[in-house]
């Protein structure tokens, strides 16, 4: 297969974070893929998201951390069905010693990236999710407008 990268506009670092080319199948979204926004008006997003990235390319890359298995159960019990389903492994024999990266600022990207081909994604690596979420409005900012209004 040839490998097909969804490059964002900084590099190699986005805000002091370093930004690593990651394969789309090794990242976990945690939250679930949107077709249109909940909120009035019940406005288009993914279609007008896959859009833009074919158009425009990605700006900011996604926010990821390297997350362990009982991190991500705490994390589930925090957020509940917010949250998608822990990643399959969670049941193995030994999950505590396993890591998997998991996108905290991005998902909808990630999930655009899927739909349309692409292998890997850059991604910026933060320490902590409670971080990579305190930047998440730093990533919708410059949207409010196109997608979020």
């Known amino acids: 297969m040839t490998k097909k990268i969804?490059?964002?506009?900084?590099?190699?670092h986005?805000?002091?974070?370093?930004?690593?080319e990651l394969?789309?199948?090794e990242i976990w979204q945690s939250v679930?893929?949107?077709e249109k926004l909940t909120t009035a008006p019940k406005k288009e997003f993914k279609k007008n998201l896959i859009s833009d990235i074919q158009n425009d390319g990605m700006h900011f890359p996604i926010m990821c951390?390297?997350?362990?298995?009982?991190?991500?159960i705490e994390l589930k019990k925090e957020f509940g069905k917010r949250i998608c389903?822990?990643?399959?492994?969670?049941?193995?024999?030994?999950?505590?010693?396993?890591?998997?990266?998991?996108?905290?600022?991005?998902s909808q990207r990630l999930d655009?990236?899927?739909?349309?081909?692409y292998?890997?994604?850059d991604a910026a690596v933060l320490p902590t999710v409670k971080k990579a979420i305190s930047h998440q409005k730093d990533m919708r900012s410059p949207y409010q407008t196109r997608y979020y209004e």
């Open 6 to 12: 969804l490059k964002c506009d900084y590099s190699p």
């Open 14 to 20: 986005w805000r002091h974070y370093p930004i690593i």
């Open 23 to 25: 394969p789309i199948d």
């Open 32 to 34: 679930p893929t949107v």
């Open 65 to 72: 951390v390297h997350t362990t298995h009982l991190q991500l």
């Open 85 to 106: 389903e822990l990643p399959f492994w969670h049941n193995d024999h030994n999950p505590q010693s396993k890591k998997i990266w998991s996108v905290w600022g991005g």
């Open 112 to 117: 655009v990236a899927k739909h349309l081909g």
């Open 119 to 121: 292998t890997h994604i």
